[in-house]
Structure formats: structure tokens, C-alpha cells
């Protein structure tokens, strides 16, 4: 898993857990989010999005995603994939994913 001391403020974060591609996000809040690194309206990946406050902006169409919810925001639709995370001992612990 990521340390929360390697994570940037609005910087993502690529790791691989299981096969599958995560995109890990530190909200200027301080807050963490995990989503898969997949836009289902581009097929293309949204890690290298730009975030503000709690949504990221997908780099190849500028489309609006909740890192709370994954709702792709209005007058687009879909939804990404989040997972819920946890820290123990200064380390992001994505849960839910199929080992």
C-alpha cells in the first residue's frame, strides 16, 4: 500500500493491488480517497486529473467526478468506481478489493 507521508495534496497517486489499476487521491483537506483509474466515458485513466476541493477532473475530457461518490456530475452521467479507505500506522489500507 501508499504511505500518507508519500501523498501529495491534490497530487495522484498510482498503486496496483490485485491486477487492479487505483487511483489514490489526498483531498486539500487532508481527506483520502481511493478510485479505480478508469473513466467509463473515455476509457481512459483519471489519475493524472486535476482536483479541487472534493471532485477530480478528468484529464482527457474535463469531465466533473465525486472522490466521495464517483458520480460523474451533471449534464455528463456515469459513476467510477471508489473504494473506502482507512489508515493504520501511517499507511492507506484500501479495502474492498477481491483478493
Known amino acids: 500500500m501508499t504511505e500518507v507521508t508519500k501523498l501529495m495534496p491534490k497530487v495522484g497517486r498510482s498503486v496496483v493491488v490485485n491486477g487492479q489499476k ?19 466515458l473515455t476509457n481512459g485513466p483519471i489519475l493524472e486529473g486535476t482536483v479541487s476541493g472534493h471532485y477530480v477532473y478528468e484529464p482527457m475530457r474535463d469531465y466533473k467526478i465525486s472522490l466521495l461518490d464517483g458520480q460523474i456530475q451533471e449534464p455528463d452521467e456515469g459513476q467510477v468506481k471508489v473504494y473506502p479507505v482507512s489508515i493504520q500506522d501511517g499507511v492507506v489500507i484500501i479495502e474492498g478489493i477481491d483478493l
Not at 24 to 31: D, K, L, P, T, W
Request: aromatic fraction near 10%; include cysteine; glycine fraction near 6%.
Open 22 to 40: 487505483i487511483a489514490v487521491f489526498q483531498m486539500s483537506n487532508g481527506e483520502i480517497a481511493a478510485l479505480e483509474d478508469y473513466c467509463p
